[in-house]
């Protein structure tokens, strides 16, 4: 298995436009996780999906944040319209379950840079 | 919100010695406790998940060990290796069961 693969991989914007990231877990997987590293705030969690019902979004910032997951194998979670302070990694991790006893396994990460 | 926290915030060691670092967290609501390890330039790889009390795992040099009671975690790297120097991130899943991340102990281990 290729394990999860994000796209793109760095990201270049400007403010105010729209920005989508690009998920795609490991197959056999259900449940997906949006994560955003940044220097202040270390990894916080922005939203879960198990079996691609959104599960807990309370860890997204506001309503510029929006993830989808349409079917199992691809999730994307869109920023629109994109601040600089948005400039950040992003991560992806699939895991068998959601119930916290399965390792998740996490994504290459995008890099984003909201100028 | 949950209060995941992990000592020391950094830690350089010469090669050879052993070392330990500590994750803290809540004592109620236990579901797991998981480990990553975060090389730089990577992404985060789970070393262990440990859900009993007294829980002890170990993989290589590496071992961990779990206090649920009283809501703590040990890391150990025995015979340290420049190879493990990375990010060491503990991550608590209680009630809600996603994982709630610590800021992570930088383990640099000087050849």
């Known amino acids: ?115 | 919100i949950l209060n995941v926290e992990q000592s020391p915030q950094s830690l350089h060691v010469q090669e050879g010695d052993s070392t330990n670092f500590t994750c803290s967290f809540p004592s109620s609501n236990f579901y797991a406790l998981h480990w990553y390890r975060w090389e730089t330039a990577k992404s985060p790889e789970a070393l262990f998940v440990m859900t009993l009390n007294g829980d002890e795992k170990k993989k290589g040099r590496i071992s961990a060990t779990l206090n649920t009671k009283e809501g703590y975690s040990y890391l150990y790297i025995k015979g340290s290796q420049p190879e493990d120097s990375a990010t060491y991130l503990c991550a608590f899943s209680g009630s809600a069961r996603q994982l709630t991340f610590g800021s992570g102990t930088q383990l640099t281990v000087l050849p």
């Open chain 1, 1 to 115: 298995d290729a394990g999860v693969i994000q796209s793109p991989r760095h990201e270049v914007t400007e403010m105010g436009q729209e920005v989508t990231l690009r998920c795609k877990p490991i197959s056999g997987h259900n449940s997906l996780f949006w994560y955003r590293q940044t220097m202040m705030r270390g990894l916080e969690l922005l939203i879960y999906f198990n079996n691609n019902v959104p599960i807990d979004d309370s860890g997204m910032p506001e309503d510029r944040f929006s993830a989808k997951m349409p079917n199992a194998s691809f999730s994307t979670l869109k920023i629109q319209p994109s601040e600089p302070r948005d400039s950040a990694v992003y991560f992806c991790a699939s895991s068998l379950t959601s119930g916290g006893y399965n390792e998740q396994f996490f994504g290459p990460g995008t890099r984003l840079t909201v100028l």
